[in-house]
């Protein structure tokens, strides 16, 4: 290795260091923006129903999670495995994901009153295309993550 590149390395290693820091102080705002919108869906002027108590545990799970995540990328501490994500966050949003395109197909939202139905549903099936591929290669990564850690673990 000769100095020049490793005074790269060093440069790309502070560079990415800065940026995790970074992504880390927006996803805290976000996660305390998070935590108000909790705080007002909860203590409101009037009382929360069932629902409102089901979307203010919603919210406060994901402004957990962000919270969590934004500590990880400030203090620069990924899982074992060198990943941001556990397998099992991995999982939960792969999920998330092939359910989103789902919920536009029960809902409607995906039809736009100004193109033919056929292009709508082209639009529809190549969205839906897309977020299973991308879903997929997350239960790729999670089980790929999930075997590495668990050959660490046996070799300990």
Do not use: H
Request: charge should be positive; hydrophobic fraction near 55%; include cysteine.
């Amino acid at each position: 290795m000769t100095m020049n590149s490793t005074i790269t390395q060093a440069r790309l290693s502070r560079t990415g260091r800065l940026l995790g820091i970074l992504a880390g102080l927006l996803l805290l705002v976000l996660g305390l923006g998070l935590g108000l919108l909790t705080y007002v869906v909860l203590f409101d002027k009037k009382p929360p129903g069932f629902g409102g108590l089901a979307l203010a545990g919603a919210i406060f799970s994901v402004t957990f999670w962000v919270l969590n995540l934004s500590r990880r990328l400030i203090l620069g501490r990924p899982y074992a495995d060198g990943g941001l994500f556990s397998p099992f966050e991995l999982r939960v949003i792969a999920c998330f994901i092939i359910v989103l395109p789902l919920t536009a197909l029960f809902s409607g939202s995906w039809q736009k009153p100004d193109r033919p139905p056929a292009l709508q549903w082209l639009g529809f099936i190549v969205q839906f295309a897309f977020f299973i591929v991308i879903a997929f290669s997350l239960f790729k990564i999670a089980s790929a993550r999930k075997a590495r850690s668990q050959d660490v673990y046996v070799e300990r």
